[in-house]
């Protein structure tokens, strides 16, 4: 089954280059793609290790690129508790 994502062209311009080019965190961007197209409803619960098997990368390098992106304010991180999978939100701060 094939599966098509719109994605905003800024995401492509724009992002790409900036978290790969700039701030040298390609795994960033991955996450954030995986974690655009599963949130097709606007949320997405996902663990680390759904998202590691998701990207291709290691669960600790996941984490790292959840910190980047939470810190450029990409996405939004909500849990009903310590143990409880994250809950993500992509955002658009370009679309302001």
Known sequence: MKR???IDPY???TLMADLVGHDHRPSAFLVYLAILAAAAEGRAALSFA???ERTGLSKRTVQYAIAALRKRALIEISKTGPTEVPDYRP???WRR
Do not use: Q
Request: aromatic letters at 8%; glycine letters at 0%.
């Open 4 to 6: 098509a994502y719109a």
């Open 11 to 13: 995401v492509i311009d």
């Open 50 to 52: 759904d998202l590691a």
């Open 91 to 93: 955002l658009s701060p």
